[in-house]
């Protein structure tokens, strides 16, 4: 008798496993074969914590546009074609929306990601700027220190981590902070190793709440800021700025200049937003902003730096701008045509998100299929193993910037709807125009200013998590050498006038 029970108990496991694993194929779905095998639990725990390489691995073994996957008990469906990707996340009209944007105050329900979306537009951007050159500044003074010292030889990821940092604490948190001196700074935590900080990368696991010190300190910076704004009347042109007038139930539309608070609301309960939410908003931006910038730029400078001709034509693509005082103008960023195609290339081989997910909020018929996701079920877009595919892109692991300048070898429709850059249909990142000027800005005074020798000695590898970064001991190490064509002491004494 008592040896029924337990297996009875096992037998209900067993079956209750065995159905979750054929789930595609009750729907019908071209899926993997599944197997309990030691070899498939060990693709399932790869897919659960370290799932980047592993689902590109599952993109690679599915041939049709749709692929259906299981990451320890969730089904997930694989979408491997970028058109049908791009036409769900643009016209699903929100079965796939991200529900951390939706928000809820009073009787008022609204989208937070569209109503905050104008405050990346090149209009908002553009008075920006001179405060986004002060931040460039600061690390070009620190370089000129390291210099003056007699040490050129630096850790480039830990330096682009601490300028992203410094350019989000003042553009989103409206701080004068400059982490190359002030070094206890609580902005500084964020400057660690992707490594050290970073959330676990578990499907199961990840959206489990943590309260973080770091948050609640962040959010008191954030109060006494916003108090200022509303209270005392200061106005700073930066993000902080605009998410303070949009609190206050201002327009944030293209068509509206005005950067002090119209009409505040007197009392918090008419608020649109609180301010532990506007916080929240704005620690999402340090998060991910931090990430894809400093990635984007290390990795464009490592790849670069590997070929002479590609740093050459951006030296001579920066020396033909027309300086002002030393400066730039926020327009003169559009100029620089070889260096977009860089940045392009540069988000093609290491997108700051390598795969899209979301989860299907009622159930869905996928477009131009006979199929239908269910609710709570995963959809996934695969963007690093597509922008690898030399299917759209030739010898898909060299860095070829002129790829994006003509290629008749190819479809060229086809090749634009598989390069995603910042996002691909309703998935795109609202703040791109801002990641570019800033990536853009720091590529400029680096390149303008210093030759860049790798440590040819170090073994480099890049790995996800999930935004790429130098993984290897020690970084990115790089010699830096001055230029002629600017010397440090007249751009500084330039940059006086900013």
């Avoid at 940092?165 to 400059?178: A, E, F, P, R, S």
């Avoid at 006494?224 to 206050?248: A, P």
């Avoid at 201002?250 to 649109?272: A, C, M, V």
Wanted: with cysteine; net charge positive.
């Amino acid at each position: 008798m008592w040896l029924l029970l337990p297996i009875l108990v096992y037998s209900l496991i067993y079956l209750y496993v065995r159905h979750i694993y054929s789930y595609w194929r009750r729907k019908g779905f071209p899926s993997e074969a599944t197997a309990f095998s030691l070899r498939y639990l060990k693709r399932f725990y790869h897919r659960e914590f370290r799932h980047v390489q592993a689902i590109c691995e599952a993109y690679h073994e599915g041939r049709d546009r749709l692929h259906g996957i299981y990451c320890f008990f969730r089904p997930v469906l694989l979408v491997r074609d970028p058109d049908l990707a791009g036409h769900i996340l643009q016209q699903s009209y929100g079965h796939f929306g991200e529900g951390k944007w939706e928000y809820v105050k009073s009787y008022r329900r609204f989208n937070l990601l569209e109503k905050l979306s104008p405050m990346f537009s090149k209009r908002r951007l553009s008075p920006m700027f001179n405060n986004a050159q002060r931040v460039a500044q600061h690390m070009m003074q620190h370089l000129l220190d390291r210099e003056q010292q007699g040490r050129v030889e630096l850790d480039l990821q830990q330096l682009l981590r601490t300028y992203a940092v410094n350019m989000m604490g003042n553009l989103v948190y409206g701080l004068d902070v400059n982490n190359f001196e002030q070094t206890d700074h609580i902005l500084n935590s964020y400057v660690q190793h992707p490594s050290q900080y970073g959330v676990l990368q578990s499907f199961t696991l990840r959206g489990t709440p943590q309260n973080s010190a770091l948050s609640t300190r962040l959010l008191d910076l954030v109060k006494q800021n916003v108090e200022l704004r509303e209270q005392s009347g200061i106005m700073r042109k930066d993000m902080l700025q605009l998410m303070v007038k949009f609190r206050n139930g201002n327009d944030l539309s293209d068509g509206n200049d005005q950067w002090h608070i119209e009409h505040p609301f007197r009392t918090e309960d008419y608020k649109l937003m609180s301010i532990k939410h506007l916080a929240k908003v704005a620690e999402d931006l340090l998060h991910t902003g931090l990430n894809s910038i400093a990635s984007t730029i290390t990795l464009t400078l490592y790849e670069i730096a590997q070929q002479p001709l590609i740093v050459e034509k951006l030296q001579t693509e920066i020396k033909e701008l027309n300086f002002v005082d030393g400066q730039l103008t926020f327009e003169q960023l559009e100029q620089l045509k070889y260096m977009e195609m860089c940045l392009k290339e540069t988000l093609r081989k290491y997108p700051p998100v390598p795969i899209i997910e979301r989860i299907c909020r009622k159930s869905y018929t996928l477009p131009g299929t006979k199929f239908s996701i269910g609710e709570g079920k995963t959809l996934m877009v695969p963007l690093l193993a597509i922008q690898r595919d030399s299917k759209y892109f030739v010898e898909p692991l060299k860095y070829k910037p002129l790829r994006f300048l003509h290629d008749k070898s190819q479809d060229i429709r086809q090749r634009r709807s598989a390069f995603v850059g910042f996002g691909i249909g309703g998935a795109q990142c609202a703040a791109q125009n801002f990641a570019k000027m800033v990536i853009k800005l720091a590529l400029v005074k680096l390149l303008q200013n210093y030759h860049l020798e790798l440590d040819a000695s170090a073994a480099l590898e890049v790995s996800h998590l999930p935004a790429p970064f130098i993984s290897s001991k020690g970084g990115l190490k790089v010699q830096l050498k001055a230029r002629e064509i600017l010397t440090q002491s007249n751009y500084l004494k330039s940059s006086k006038h900013i």
